[in-house]
């Protein structure tokens, strides 16, 4: 599966990149850290997690772990693949890298009982320590040795001893007293290999040789004494032949690590296999992390998670999403609570989890945690703005999430943060619903944060949603960062309202204006308002256990009802239309006629499906919708005066 960058970027997983390759030991790793592969197949993420499971158990035993840096390895691998001859540096490499390829190999032997699996890999090692051997006996301290054939060894002697005639000979003339006077100074120097005396420029006739250089001055010639010229010509030739004999060998000695090409391949990517694993080890240690059980249910377990990058002490984060036993279908969460309280947090650790064990990374959590896979992890995080475009924040938001909605599917996580701000409030609102419904039709499993009001009332009303709120300590008026799933988050900025002394009226009116009929002002929330409550979220009651009362104000604006006289309505509860036949009455009722029966329904309960202008004319008599062919001639009567012993009976419940 192919996550996009700037969703690694949103939900810190370039970070745990970058802390994944400050662990790994060679490049190779590194780089495939870079391009970090995740995966959707149940099976293969189990099998893998299991590797880095056996990886931290045997890191955790053994303390550190015998593993070749590989550096410029790849290279001579190559260089073997084409048939190019190997420098002596470069079979220095190669013999080191057999060696270090047959320890790790008896390492992990030891250690079958511990991690039988990845202990396996090490099988795959070829011991290759004839090569190794051979390299060693033929190179030594970065040159190809004397004794690597008797050839070469007899033409070293020789230039050895025809080196020492030389410097014999040219010693003899640096003693001999006439030309003290024509040399510039008493020393014995080579020009292009030949053996050379530095003499005056002046005095270079008194010097029976061939002038091979001179100083920069020119003070200075460097001649080749005709007493020597004979030797030095044998000793060239005796270079030349040497040479020859070490290219000879060099390539005996290539060949013969050629032919091990393919095992060499084999034991490089088998270490590299082995950095990688223990890359992953390294970094479970370090967050102290564990393998989360995998669930083929569509739901996200976490106990007691930590995000890895949030330093010092951290709240643990426990949460459910998705199926339940209780309801059918998935439970989506919407958290609300304060700014920094840690809502973007929450979410971010979820999804960076899920991140993580699909890349089969072990996460921060207590045993118990378990997540289920996703083909697609989708995010709307976080500014966004986009100034090469010319985009505002708003609108860089409207465009991620429009690839979001045609983007996720039944196997998508969405984490939204803070859906539908940055613009008009009203409207705002009526995109994150919108989307949140076009994004649960897909089946997607979706994570968003809200301050809106009425998107925690849609989350409270709809069956596949549940509301979560981020704790809040009243008393200090500071956020505890704990997560608390089943309930919308309080009014907190009344509670800090308060607490700094506004006064309790202001308080009572912006309650109402803010939530209305929502949620119930009674004296247990002006006590907690007043006194800091106990618990650091209001409890508010259900919509069922509820009692509105109305806050009297001369300046409460008039509500005005929201639905007409034959409007068709989706009534939530029967999972029906129907058509509104009476307006609202004072407790927030109105009469809806459902398969010719009438109805009280509070307003909440239903959706609006059809307006009536759309199915009406405006003269139309709706009484031909609501009522039968004999009850409006008996109506008619009766308004004419001659309804005597006439009633009409209305069915259903009123």
Same mark, same amino acid.
């Given at each position: 599966?192919?996550?996009k960058?700037k ?16 662990l ?15 995966y959707d ?10 590797e ?30 084409r ?6 540096s470069?079979?220095e ?20 009982d511990?991690a ?6 090490a ?16 190179i030594v301290g970065?040159?190809v ?9 007899k ?8 080196e ?21 100074e ?5 020009r ?28 200075t010639?460097?001649?080749?004494p ?23 060998i060099?390539?005996?000695?290539t060949?013969?690590?050629a032919?091990e090409?393919?095992?060499l ?7 590299v ?10 970094l479970?240690?370090?967050m102290?992390?564990?393998e ?5 249910s569509r ?12 330093s ?7 949460i ?16 609300? %609570? ?14 960076l ?7 089969? $990374? ?5 045993? %118990?945690?378990?997540?289920c ?8 995080i ?15 938001h ?7 909605v045609?983007?996720?599917?039944d ?6 943060d ?17 989307? $949140? ?17 009425e ?17 809040f ?6 956020p ?5 799933? %089943?309930?919308?988050?309080a009014?907190?900025?009344?509670h800090?309202?308060?607490?700094? %002394? ?6 009572k009116?912006?309650?109402e204006?803010?939530?209305?009929e929502?949620i119930d ?5 002006m006590a907690a308002?007043?006194?800091g409550a ?14 509105i ?15 007409k ?5 989706y009534?939530k509860t029967?999972k ?32 609006p499906?059809?307006d009536s ?7 139309y ?16 009567l009766?308004?004419?005066g ?10 259903g419940?009123?």
């Open positions: 599966m192919e996550i960058n969703v690694l970027k949103m939900l810190d997983f370039n970070v745990i990149i970058e802390l994944l390759k400050g790994a030991v060679t490049d190779e790793v590194k780089m495939k850290i870079d391009t970090m592969t995740f197949d149940y099976y293969l993420v189990k099998r893998h997690l299991g880095t499971t056996e990886a931290r158990i045997l890191l955790d035993e053994a303390g550190s772990i015998p593993l070749h840096r590989l550096s410029g390895i790849a290279p001579l691998l190559d260089k073997l693949k048939h190019e001859s190997l420098r002596p470069e079979f490499q190669l013999a080191g890298f057999i060696k270090e390829s047959n320890r790790l190999k008896r390492f992990m032997h030891a250690k079958r511990s039988i699996k990845i202990a396996d890999y099988l795959s090692i070829t011991d290759l320590e004839h090569l190794s051997d051979r390299i060693y006996s033929v970065g040159r040795d004397d004794q690597a054939s008797p050839t070469l060894s033409i070293r002697r020789k230039t050895t001893l025809l020492d005639r030389i410097k014999g000979k040219l010693h003899e003339m640096l003693m001999n007293g006439k030309l003290i006077g024509a040399l510039s008493a020393v014995i120097s080579q292009g290999g030949r053996y050379v005396l530095p003499v005056k420029s002046e005095q270079k006739r008194t010097v029976d040789g061939h002038v091979l250089d001179k100083s920069r001055s020119g003070g010639v460097f001649i080749e005709a007493a020597v010229k004979k030797l030095t010509d044998e000793l060239e030739q005796l270079r030349v032949d040497e040479e020859h004999e070490v290219i000879r060099l390539w005996e000695l060949n013969a690590a032919a090409e393919a095992s391949r084999l034991n490089h990517e088998v270490m296999t082995y950095d990688f694993l223990f890359s992953k080890a390294k479970s240690r370090k102290q992390g564990q989360v059980a995998l669930t083929d739901c996200v377990h976490i106990i007691n998670g930590r995000h890895p990058l949030v010092g002490e951290v709240v643990p984060l426990n459910h999403v998705g199926e339940t036993t209780n309801k059918s279908g998935f439970k989506n969460l919407v958290i609300t %609570g304060p700014n920094t309280g840690g809502k973007t947090v929450a979410m971010k650790t979820v999804g989890f899920c991140l993580m064990t699909q890349a089969c $990374l072990h996460v921060p959590a207590d045993s %118990g945690t378990s997540l896979l996703f083909s697609k992890i989708l995010s709307d976080g500014d966004g703005q986009s100034v090469e475009q010319n985009l505002s924040t708003f609108s860089s409207v465009t991620n999430i429009i690839e979001i045609e983007e996720a599917n196997k998508s996580l969405i984490i939204l803070e859906i539908g701000a940055g613009t008009d409030p009203s409207e705002g609102m009526g995109i994150g619903i919108a989307v $949140l419904e076009a994004l649960n039709a897909k089946g997607s499993m979706i994570l968003a944060s809200t301050h809106y009001n998107i925690k009332v849609f989350a409270q009303n709809h069956p596949n949603f549940i509301n979560g709120s981020m704790a300590d009243l008393k200090t008026l500071s505890l960062y704990r997560l608390e799933v %089943g309930k919308a988050g009014s907190n900025a009344l800090i309202a308060r607490r700094i %002394g506004m006064s309790e009226a202001i308080i009116r912006a309650h204006l803010a939530y209305h929502d002002f009674d004296d247990s929330f308002l007043n006194e106990q618990d650091s979220t209001i409890d508010y009651q259900s919509e069922e256990q509820s009692t009362k109305q806050v009297s104000s001369m300046y409460a604006p008039k509500k005005e009802s929201l639905y006289i034959g409007d068709v309505v009534v029967m029906r239309q129907g058509t509104i036949c009476e307006l609202e009455n004072t407790k927030g009722e109105v009469g809806v006629m459902v398969m010719g029966k009438r109805y009280k329904i509070s307003q909440k309960r239903i959706a499906y059809i202008k759309d199915l009406y004319p405006d003269d008599d709706l009484k031909i919708v609501f009522e039968t062919k004999e009850d409006r001639k008996k109506d008619k009766m308004q004419k001659k309804g005597h012993g006439i009633f009409i009976e209305k069915k419940n009123v």
